[in-house]
Structures are given as C-alpha cells and as structure tokens.
C-alpha cells in the first residue's frame, strides 16, 4: 500500500453509517491525525457496507443524545477535512443523505455509483441542515440547494452530476477501478503545485479578487522554485536537445 494513500472508513454499517456524538469526536481526532502526516497525497472517504452515509443518527436525536455539542464537533471536523493537504476524494455508494452529503461536500472530488441517492432531509426531522447549505449553495446553486432543503427531495446520480455534487458517475463494475485511476493521476501530479491550487481554489468564495490574484502570485512563485517543477524543465530540455540530435 502507498503510505501517500489513506483510507478513511465511516464505520458504522448497521446504521448505514449515520453519525452520533462518538462518531463525531472521532473524525475531529482522525482529522487531526491525517493532518500530521506529511507523506499523505490522497485521502479515500468511504462508507463501510451498502451505502455512504445516511446522515444523523435519528435514534440518538430522539432519545436525546443528540445535543449542541455534536452539531459544533461536527461541523469542525468538516472544516477541517476541507483545510487538509492531501486532495480528498469522496467514494459514494447508495445513501448519501444529510451528513453524508455535507461530507462529501467537504471533500474535493466526488466520484458516486449510479445507484447513490443525494438529499437534505433535516426540516422532515425539526432541525437545521447546517453549514451544509453553505456548500450546496456554493456547488449547485441556491435554487437547488433549497429545493434540496425545503422540499426534502432526493435526487440520484445522474441529477447529482448534472448539478455539480459529483463529478464523476460510475456504474458498480467500474466503481473501485475509476477510484483507484483517479488515486494514481493525483498521485503523479507535481505535489506543491497541486497542494497549493487546492488552497487557491478553496479561496475562491472567501475572498477579495484582489487577495486572490496576490496569493496567486505567491504560489505560482513557490511552485516555480518547487524541486518537481525544476525537475520536470530539466526534462523538457533534456527531451529537447535529445530530438534535435
């Protein structure tokens, strides 16, 4: 296994992986974790079992183990999952409902089996979708994102990709292998050039234009002293001058 790879598994499949309280402490501290390690290029996010994530844990909500608390712990963990390094590719299966879409969401690239299901369904039980719609908004359009909202609607893969919650749409055979394809094209991309336009992309709605265009010309900068960019010229001119004999 390529120790620049990691797998993170939300494992509670009984429950198609809804989320309580404990879950939430732990993806803070996994996060935390993942954000240690200098080696990782690519983080996988996955569901263990038949689906993704169907969102909040309702038995919990409704015998109350469900409070302020988790809501603020998980929202940090997502935000964190945004600010890592390592690009973060979002492997959906089935349910991808609430929590799960938020997760997704706060990943940076999705790739969904055309059998996985998108919604936002926290109005059916009394509370608030969350900063989720922040990113919805973001990614599908306001519009869409309250249709989502407040209508509860769920809408499958093909609708996703066309609203921009996905990016990818794979049947279940070729599932693994477009994920693994996607890993390996990361993986071989010039790795500062490719940490620092995730930051700059990540910018794009938080920010002035103005802020913008002098981050980017601080990071076009390192990226030109990177030594994968001076590698890669290097190799041009060698190629060069090995054509013209």
């Known amino acids: 296994m390529d120790d620049r790879v990691a797998t993170v598994v939300l494992n509670r499949p009984h429950v198609l992986n809804c989320a309580n309280e404990q879950w939430a402490r ?16 690519v983080v ?57 879409l938020q997760i997704a969401l706060a990943c940076d690239l999705r790739v969904a089996r055309d059998d996985a299901r998108f919604g936002i369904t ?8 969350g900063i989720g719609m922040w990113r919805i908004a973001r990614h599908a359009g306001v519009g869409r994102a309250k249709r989502l909202a407040l209508a509860a609607d769920i809408v ?5 990709l ?16 477009k994920i693994a394809e996607l890993t390996d094209r990361i993986l071989s991309m010039a790795w500062t050039s490719t940490r620092l336009t995730k930051k700059l992309t990540n910018m794009a709605f938080e920010t002035s234009f103005t802020e913008f265009v002098e981050t980017y010309f601080e990071y076009q900068r390192l990226s030109t002293l990177s030594p994968e960019h001076l590698h890669a010229m290097a190799e041009h001119r060698a190629e060069r001058a090995s054509r013209r004999g």
Do not use: Y
Not at 27 to 41: C, F, K, Y
Not at 58 to 69: C, N, P
């Open 26 to 41: 732990d993806l803070n501290t996994l996060v935390d974790d993942l954000a240690s390690n200098e080696r990782l290029r």
């Open 44 to 100: 996988v996010v996955r569901g263990a079992g038949s689906a993704f994530c169907s969102g909040i844990d309702l038995t919990a909500l409704s015998q109350g183990e469900t409070g302020m608390t988790f809501f603020r712990n998980w929202e940090m963990a997502l935000r964190k999952v945004e600010a890592l390094d390592p690009i973060i590719i979002a492997a959906i299966q089935s349910h991808c409902i609430g929590g799960g």
């Open 122 to 129: 926290a109005v059916r039980e009394g509370i608030i979708p």
């Open 156 to 160: 499958d893969a093909a609708v996703a």
């Open 162 to 177: 066309e609203w921009g919650l996905v990016e990818w749409v794979v049947d279940a055979g070729s599932f693994e292998t």
